[in-house]
DNA sequence: ACCGGGATGTTCT
DNA sequence: GAACATCCCGGTG
């Protein structure tokens, strides 16, 4: 079966040079940009922020392992893994090789192949809860192990980040990070304000 | 609406 | 053997 390209008339890829900054000036302008896998896309309403070197929640904090690889590669590449047995969830890599720094997508809104994501993910009974997770968005995208590493910049494997003209908020929401136990407290967390498909309460 | 527990297996101590 | 950047379902109010 053919697939649609990634990138459609109106949208444009971002340059490396986006990627190359701190995860905490990338994560808010992130914001409204658009995560594209494959024929399904989502709008970016929620991100969170993890430095590789100062940061005892980043996966990188303990130095590279197999899993965390991809953290220590060059910034706009995808790092995926699993977790609690069952779940996927995707980051993008940012600053300079070697410092482990990414940028977690915890929520998205459904922009392109909404019926596909309705088919892989029968649990959502509202449609918010399609993609208001990190691991929701990751299942009803279809990324998985197979898109670790991908880079973003060339739409390897159809998995990319555009910016169809939606500039990102200019306040965003800021809050403490989700579901770690160390560092909590950091306000590495950002939203577009208000949106219906952000992750937990503000 | 809110809360508690179970699922499920990879990764690292 | 414990922890885990989570989600879902069933209980209660």
Not at 87 to 92: K, M, Q, Y
Not at 117 to 134: H, I, K, Q, S
């Amino acid at each position: 079966m053919l697939q649609p390209p990634p990138v459609h008339r109106g949208e444009r890829r971002l340059p490396r040079s986006f990627y190359r900054s701190d995860p905490i000036e990338v994560a808010p302008v992130l914001l409204n940009k658009v995560l594209v896998v494959g024929g399904r896309a989502g709008r970016i309403v929620e991100v969170e922020a993890y430095r590789g070197h100062d940061d005892p929640a980043s996966h990188a904090f303990r130095g590279r392992t197999q899993r965390n690889a991809v953290m220590f590669g060059p910034a706009g590449h995808l790092y995926v893994y699993f977790t609690y047995g069952m779940h996927w969830c995707a980051n993008v890599v940012t600053s300079e090789a070697g410092s482990g720094d990414a940028v977690l997508i915890r929520a998205i809104e459904p922009t392109r192949g909404r019926p596909e994501m309705e088919a892989v993910r029968p649990a959502a009974r509202r449609p918010v809860d399609l993609t208001n997770g990190p691991a929701k968005l990751c299942q009803a995208l279809g990324v998985d192990r197979a898109l670790d590493g991908a880079d973003l910049v060339t739409a390897d494997r159809g998995v990319t980040v555009v910016d169809d003209g939606v500039d990102p908020p200019e306040s965003p929401a800021v809050g403490p990070r989700v579901g770690i136990s160390v560092a909590v407290d950091r306000p590495w967390r950002f939203s577009v304000p208000g949106h219906r498909y952000r992750s937990k309460p503000w």
